[in-house]
């Protein structure tokens, strides 16, 4: 666009976890010279996520930030705002959730067009219901847009049109949130963290203990033994009291870690969230216990920059660390309130050639087996190689490169210079 059509872009900021992937591509934003709003929901509720202004969304001082409180309308607040398109993460099932769904469909005839940015692979997931409402829904990689539209089929046969019509109303344009490695700045990070230059870091991700999984709590938990052989029985699982008497669990497989770190002289660097509820002793084993200290560039892909070794749980660390080229242990637990899902078997599954098995770059290994694979390798065994990374980020990323952002921000720039669709294809 010329200077002349500059738009004013408008951002839907409910979550501070959401500015992992909304971040790169608001700078980019301000980085053409678009007038860029950020509407800030002050009602979050979900631990760890409400954001401060003054804190959070200082890294954009030339951005404009409204309130906009969830319950009250958005058209009316977009039109106040002079907002032409609204960009946010998870936007349809956001706004769906807070009961915006009739606004939604009003969006279009107010010449305001609607986009869609993916957060950490959820796209796969998205109700094909939404490309009535999103004039461009992203996708990171080919394989993510043939997968969803794959699992959605009956869905997106109800929608009506073909693929064309559906290719039409999206993108493949990479992950906004890796583009944020390009401004992790190594020295800094390690200096804040009070970790000496070139002693290696391996960066585990704790466990969410609050999910609906009785195992976690009852084999898992930091309750004594006779209260988790309790919820063991409350829930019906006898066999999994031998294992409750013999091991410490989770407790037992991050001794392991650190046991590994001191052996290589690494430092242990426990990043968690609000809501995972970590047991004490992670924050006694580590060396630097962090949860979402920043969010531009957010912290874990800061400490994606200094890491040797990621190890997590079937996490989208896999991502984030594959893109920084730092090789990861993906530890296989339970999982039986994601096993539902259509995309299991690609996301969270250990079978080889999926997103959390993939040697060369990610290791899956069963819990059990941790630790005497910790016990008996070194930071060389976990050695990346670069042919498998680079499948690896094709396959799930779709780029090897930090403007992903940037190919978002060309999408939406070339959508909203076209005449306003009143309708969107049904």
Not at 57 to 78: E, H, K, M, S, Y
Not at 211 to 235: C, F, M, Q, T
Not at 396 to 424: C, H, K, Q, Y
């Amino acid at each position: 666009m010329i200077a002349s059509e500059r738009m004013n872009i408008g951002f839907l900021v409910t979550r501070k976890g959401y500015l992992k992937v909304l971040g790169s591509v608001i700078q980019a934003a301000v980085d053409h010279r678009h007038r860029v709003t950020l509407l800030w929901d002050p009602l979050e509720t979900k631990p760890g996520e409400l954001i401060d202004p003054a804190e959070d969304l200082a890294a954009w001082p030339r951005a404009i930030v409204r309130q906009w409180n969830r319950g009250t309308p958005l058209l009316p607040a977009l039109q106040a705002a002079g907002v032409e398109a609204l960009v946010g993460t998870r936007l349809f099932y956001v706004l769906k959730a807070y009961g915006y769904e009739a606004e939604m469909a009003a969006l279009a005839p107010a010449g305001i067009r609607v986009f869609n940015v993916d957060y950490i692979y959820d796209t796969i997931t998205l109700d094909p219901d939404a490309y009535r409402y999103v004039d461009t829904t992203f996708y990171l990689s080919e394989l993510q847009r043939e997968v969803h539209w794959r699992v959605k089929a009956k869905e997106f046969a109800e929608l009506g049109g073909d693929a064309a019509t559906w290719r039409r109303r999206s993108a493949v344009c990479g992950s906004t949130m890796t583009d944020q490695l390009a401004r992790v700045d190594r020295a800094e990070v390690r200096r804040r963290y009070g970790i000496a230059a070139g002693r290696p870091v391996v960066v585990f991700m704790s466990l969410k203990m609050v999910v609906p999984d009785p195992w976690r709590r009852a084999v898992w938990g930091a309750e004594p033994r006779l209260k988790r052989i309790a919820r063991a029985l409350r829930a019906g699982h006898l066999e999994w009291i031998p294992t409750i008497l013999r091991t410490h669990g989770y407790r037992t497989l991050v001794q392991s870690v650190r046991r590994f770190c001191q052996r290589t002289g690494a430092a242990l660097v426990v990043k968690s969230r609000e809501k995972n509820d970590d047991p004490l002793f992670l924050r006694d084993l580590a060396d630097v216990s962090l949860g979402d200290e920043r969010v531009y560039p957010y912290t874990s892909m800061e400490l994606m920059g200094i890491a040797s070794l990621c190890i997590h749980f079937q996490s989208g660390a896999s991502l984030e660390s594959a893109f920084a080229g730092v090789p990861s242990l993906s530890i296989v637990v339970p999982q039986p309130h994601l096993v539902a899902y259509p995309t299991f078997d690609e996301v969270y599954s250990a079978r080889p050639g999926s997103m959390q098995n993939f040697p060369g770059i990610v290791w899956s290994l069963p819990a059990e087996a941790v630790a005497a694979k910790l016990d008996a390798s070194r930071l060389e065994d976990f050695r990346v190689d670069p042919a498998a990374r680079s499948r690896y980020v094709e396959k799930f990323l779709g780029f090897d490169d930090t403007r992903s952002s940037e190919r978002v921000l060309d999408e939406i720039e070339r959508v909203s210079a076209a005449a306003p669709a009143v309708a969107r294809s049904r």
